[in-house]
């Protein structure tokens, strides 16, 4: 087992999900303490079956990361706990398309901006007081794709996802010089289960792996990236 992550603890918000499960398992195998947020027990359950002998490693909460409040006395909890708060990543987020701008809904809108946008700004607000405490710290969100490439019937995705990058741009330019960085990523399609049953005649081999993204994320959070801030890092596979 590597060591990369030892004696760090790693926050990952959706860390359950098809993105998130791959990113948690990558922490755990290098050592990292892991506390995830889910909205199911069973899948916190499901986590701890699939960390095998890490399992002691891994905490699992319920929450609405798009809700401050409750995000605030997580972290609260973690440090209380643990004394420290080294990493956060964030995989939360929702999709929705296929609709033209003037037909959508407008709390499918408000859907997007809590699940792609807020939970990024609830989340990062409460993870950088306590690095900033420490000097140190490594912050990745995970956007899309679409934040750049703006498709038809994609007004609401494409528009929070923009505004994640923007958010986490500036946060980064807050941070210099504090030790402290926030990066972001952008995954194209992610080959996972939930989107192959909704796009079946897909080619699913063009989609990045979850484990594949994981990979760049764990080293975004890394020293070997401590040169890296306020990046938006493309991970589009061959999509």
């Known amino acids: 087992m590597s060591g ?38 069973e899948e916190i359950d499901a986590l701890k079956t699939a960390a095998g002998a890490n399992a002691s490693q891994l905490e699992g909460f319920i929450v ?53 946008l807020r939970s990024g700004y609830a989340l990062s607000r409460a993870a950088v007081r306590a690095m900033l405490k420490k000097d140190r710290g490594a912050i990745v969100n995970v956007a899309a794709k679409a934040a750049f ?45 939930l989107n192959r049953k909704a796009m079946p005649t897909a080619d699913f081999s063009k989609w990045p792996k979850p484990e594949d993204i994981a990979r760049v994320i764990l080293f975004l959070c890394s020293d070997d990236a401590k040169v890296v801030q306020g990046a938006a890092v493309p991970v589009y596979g061959d999509s």
């Open 4 to 41: 990369r992550f030892e004696g760090q603890v790693a926050l990952i918000a959706g860390g359950t999900g098809g993105l998130g499960h791959a990113v948690s398992l990558g922490f755990l195998k290098e050592s990292a303490r892991v506390v995830v947020t889910s909205r199911r027990q």
């Open 64 to 116: 609405d990361v798009t809700d401050e409040a409750a995000v605030r006395q997580l972290v609260e909890k973690v440090l209380a706990q643990h004394g420290r708060l080294d990493i956060l990543v964030n995989t939360v987020g929702g999709y929705t398309g296929g609709t033209k701008l003037w037909e959508l809904e407008t709390k499918v809108f408000d859907l997007m901006l809590a699940l792609n």
């Open 149 to 193: 490439d703006h498709a038809s019937g994609a007004a609401a995705y494409a528009a929070t996802k923009s505004a994640a990058v923007a958010m986490l741009d500036s946060l980064a330019a807050d941070l210099k010089g504090t030790g402290v960085r926030a990066n972001t990523i952008l995954p194209s399609i992610i080959d996972t289960p």
